[in-house]
């Protein structure tokens, strides 16, 4: 089979030079119808350099340059077969040949592949003319072709090429061999020029696709990184407020300072909250930013119907439990105040402390925010915590100053007691020389008349009547009880009946000594002399409606109905005296301790 190789062309002249010289060189060789023969294959090559190199996709490449070798050959039938190794793409270019042919053209490419990886010292930019007027015998071309060549762009590109017998009839000398060579050579040109082409396409489009990608992810970044900034500044902001809260003890102040932290976290220009004390029925209002008379007004009628139509479930609180709700803007707008807040929430400390909170004009906020609506809600846990901390503190305070007054009181009463004891020595002194006095008289008169014994009464009555109103101990010349309401009484039957069930708290009115002497079992001492210090200390949360039992007298003072008496002054509901007292009690063989 005669086979002719193309020249090297990566290291060989320029294909237009050698386009110009083989002119030159037809001209000067070959007579008239030759030479135009030869003007005609050079024309038809410059044009399908011309063509080919204004496209830059391999197929369009492929493509064009089957039409156009096969119109200047001049033949109806053309193939091409292209693949390449290293992306493993095949392309077939099929004209005027049957389409079945298609099936089996993959094989010839399979044997040029071969062929490549037998004979590894190929080279590249080689052309092989390996069928010229003959049917082509390498399996899987067509029969009718009556040339094919091999074309090797690279180690990886490579393909075969063949065309059918020419129109006219006439068949394939050595000049079509030639034109046939010099077009291929064309052809892997303008098809290295095309993939390179298609190279830096790819790479350009990966490179946008790849700017796209990181210009997404940059802004992704820069969200994340908003985010990141505003969560630390909510974090930042919580444990400002926690600490500054912290140190305060003082619910007033406490207030303005959370206000102010609140208000420059949203940075809100207006802000309000009140904390209302339902059982003193007394409000701490704390406002800032609004003018003079636009500052919202609250008092404890409006803030009751407020509370009462947020306390519904899930607002009521467990036991002991601090709670608080971020209010809607329907709720906000239910307090008809001159401007609704933009964020508010309502809270409580326990069943006695209430409290609502608002801001509103902030600059700077966003309604979608998740971090944004979990922030007041985490500003109001601390505070809380703070505001119950304050008021024990205050309560705390309140109670050591009533202490320190109760204590100076009872110091004044022991100074009294102490002064009296001192004129009772006197007076027992003076009593002791009287009575001296009268025994010396009486043995020295030896008789005495009926006048003498009622001058020594009176003188003794006046004696003792001066005594009692001088003593703080002393005794009433009349019953204080005289002037109250009669207790009601129970009798001993039904007080062991409520003592056995112990439906009542039994109280012994008596003086401690006596009490620590002997006592109704389970009673506890509330001596009258020491009442409002012993109540406030131990009997002052005591249920109003619960059933007190009071005992204790003597023949000169009714201690227990004037124990009942300010039991009942202090709200006591049943309060009743026990008719006989321990004496009865201990009677009916009752127990008693010690």
């Given at each position: 089979?005669?086979?002719?190789?193309?020249?090297?062309?990566?290291?060989?002249?320029?294909?237009?030079?050698?386009?110009?010289?083989?002119?030159?060189?037809?001209?000067?060789?070959?007579?008239?119808?030759?030479?135009?023969?030869?003007?005609?294959?050079?024309?038809?090559?410059?044009?399908?350099?011309?063509?080919?190199?204004?496209?830059?996709?391999?197929?369009?490449?492929?493509?064009?340059?089957?039409?156009?070798?096969?119109?200047?050959?001049?033949?109806?039938?053309?193939?091409?077969?292209?693949?390449?190794?290293?992306?493993?793409?095949?392309?077939?270019?099929?004209?005027?040949?049957?389409?079945?042919?298609?099936?089996?053209?993959?094989?010839?490419?399979?044997?040029?592949?071969?062929?490549?990886?037998?004979?590894?010292?190929?080279?590249?930019?080689?052309?092989?003319?390996?069928?010229?007027?003959?049917?082509?015998?390498?399996?899987?071309?067509?029969?009718?072709?009556?040339?094919?060549?091999?074309?090797?762009?690279?180690?990886?590109?490579?393909?075969?090429?063949?065309?059918?017998?020419?129109?006219?009839?006439?068949?394939?000398?050595?000049?079509?061999?030639?034109?046939?060579?010099?077009?291929?050579?064309?052809?892997?040109?303008?098809?290295?020029?095309?993939?390179?082409?298609?190279?830096?396409?790819?790479?350009?489009?990966?490179?946008?696709?790849?700017?796209?990608?990181?210009?997404?992810?940059?802004?992704?970044?820069?969200?994340?990184?908003?985010?990141?900034?505003?969560?630390?500044?909510?974090?930042?902001?919580?444990?400002?407020?926690?600490?500054?809260?912290?140190?305060?003890?003082?619910?007033?102040?406490?207030?303005?300072?959370?206000?102010?932290?609140?208000?420059?976290?949203?940075?809100?220009?207006?802000?309000?909250?009140?904390?209302?004390?339902?059982?003193?029925?007394?409000?701490?209002?704390?406002?800032?930013?609004?003018?003079?008379?636009?500052?919202?007004?609250?008092?404890?009628?409006?803030?009751?119907?407020?509370?009462?139509?947020?306390?519904?479930?899930?607002?009521?609180?467990?036991?002991?439990?601090?709670?608080?709700?971020?209010?809607?803007?329907?709720?906000?707008?239910?307090?008809?105040?001159?401007?609704?807040?933009?964020?508010?929430?309502?809270?409580?400390?326990?069943?006695?402390?209430?409290?609502?909170?608002?801001?509103?004009?902030?600059?700077?906020?966003?309604?979608?925010?998740?971090?944004?609506?979990?922030?007041?809600?985490?500003?109001?846990?601390?505070?809380?915590?703070?505001?119950?901390?304050?008021?024990?503190?205050?309560?705390?305070?309140?109670?050591?100053?009533?202490?320190?007054?109760?204590?100076?009181?009872?110091?004044?009463?022991?100074?009294?007691?102490?002064?009296?004891?001192?004129?009772?020595?006197?007076?027992?002194?003076?009593?002791?020389?009287?009575?001296?006095l009268l025994r010396t008289e009486t043995l020295r008169i030896k008789q005495v008349n009926l006048?003498?014994?009622?001058?020594?009464?009176?003188?003794?009555?006046?004696?003792?009547?001066?005594?009692?109103?001088?003593?703080?101990?002393?005794?009433?010349?009349?019953?204080?009880?005289?002037?109250?309401?009669?207790?009601?009484?129970?009798?001993?039957?039904?007080?062991?009946?409520?003592?056995?069930?112990?439906?009542?708290?039994?109280?012994?009115?008596?003086?401690?000594?006596?009490?620590?002497?002997?006592?109704?079992?389970?009673?506890?001492?509330?001596?009258?002399?020491?009442?409002?210090?012993?109540?406030?200390?131990?009997?002052?949360?005591?249920?109003?409606?619960?059933?007190?039992?009071?005992?204790?007298?003597?023949?000169?003072?009714?201690?227990?109905?004037?124990?009942?008496?300010?039991?009942?002054?202090?709200?006591?509901?049943?309060?009743?005296?026990?008719?006989?007292?321990?004496?009865?009690?201990?009677?009916?063989?009752?127990?008693?301790?010690?």
């Amino acid at each position: 089979m005669d086979q002719r190789r193309a020249p090297n062309l990566s290291v060989g002249p320029p294909l237009q030079a050698s386009i110009e010289a083989s002119a030159e060189v037809s001209r000067d060789s070959f007579g008239e119808s030759f030479g135009n023969r030869r003007a005609f294959q050079l024309d038809a090559l410059f044009e399908t350099v011309s063509e080919l190199s204004r496209l830059t996709d391999p197929v369009e490449v492929m493509e064009a340059f089957v039409l156009m070798s096969m119109g200047a050959l001049g033949t109806a039938q053309g193939l091409l077969v292209a693949q390449d190794r290293r992306s493993g793409r095949q392309h077939l270019v099929l004209r005027g040949l049957p389409e079945s042919d298609k099936e089996r053209l993959p094989e010839a490419v399979q044997s040029v592949s071969a062929k490549v990886r037998d004979e590894g010292g190929m080279l590249s930019r080689q052309v092989l003319v390996v069928v010229i007027n003959e049917s082509p015998e390498k399996p899987g071309l067509p029969e009718p072709l009556r040339v094919v060549v091999e074309w090797y762009l690279d180690e990886h590109r490579f393909g075969v090429l063949g065309y059918g017998s020419k129109v006219n009839g006439s068949a394939y000398d050595h000049q079509d061999e030639d034109f046939v060579l010099q077009l291929v050579t064309a052809f892997m040109d303008a098809l290295a020029s095309a993939s390179v082409n298609e190279t830096i396409r790819g790479l350009n489009e990966k490179l946008q696709a790849r700017n796209t990608e990181l210009q997404r992810a940059l802004l992704d970044s820069q969200d994340i990184q908003a985010r990141l900034d505003r969560r630390y500044f909510h974090f930042k902001s919580i444990c400002d407020t926690t600490r500054e809260l912290s140190g305060n003890l003082h619910a007033k102040t406490l207030l303005s300072s959370f206000l102010l932290s609140v208000m420059g976290t949203f940075s809100a220009q207006r802000g309000f909250i009140v904390l209302w004390d339902r059982r003193e029925d007394r409000l701490e209002i704390a406002t800032r930013g609004f003018s003079d008379g636009a500052a919202p007004s609250f008092d404890a009628q409006r803030l009751d119907a407020v509370f009462r139509s947020l306390l519904h479930p899930p607002f009521v609180p467990a036991q002991g439990e601090k709670h608080y709700q971020v209010l809607t803007y329907d709720e906000l707008q239910s307090l008809e105040l001159a401007e609704t807040p933009q964020v508010g929430a309502a809270f409580l400390v326990d069943e006695n402390w209430y409290g609502l909170a608002g801001i509103g004009n902030c600059l700077a906020r966003s309604e979608d925010d998740q971090a944004e609506r979990e922030l007041l809600p985490a500003l109001l846990q601390g505070f809380l915590v703070s505001l119950d901390n304050a008021l024990a503190f205050e309560t705390i305070e309140n109670l050591n100053s009533d202490l320190l007054r109760k204590n100076a009181e009872l110091q004044q009463t022991l100074d009294e007691l102490r002064q009296s004891r001192q004129t009772i020595s006197l007076l027992e002194a003076a009593a002791n020389r009287f009575s001296s006095l009268l025994r010396t008289e009486t043995l020295r008169i030896k008789q005495v008349n009926l006048f003498d014994c009622l001058a020594l009464a009176l003188v003794s009555l006046v004696l003792a009547l001066v005594f009692n109103a001088s003593s703080p101990g002393g005794i009433s010349l009349l019953p204080e009880t005289w002037a109250q309401p009669r207790p009601d009484y129970i009798d001993v039957a039904w007080a062991r009946l409520k003592h056995e069930s112990q439906g009542a708290l039994f109280l012994d009115a008596r003086p401690t000594e006596f009490f620590n002497q002997s006592h109704i079992a389970g009673a506890e001492n509330l001596p009258l002399n020491l009442f409002d210090f012993v109540y406030s200390m131990r009997f002052a949360m005591l249920d109003p409606e619960k059933d007190v039992i009071v005992y204790g007298r003597n023949i000169s003072r009714r201690y227990d109905e004037q124990v009942a008496a300010k039991l009942k002054e202090r709200g006591m509901v049943n309060v009743r005296v026990m008719e006989g007292g321990l004496r009865q009690w201990q009677r009916n063989g009752l127990p008693v301790e010690p």
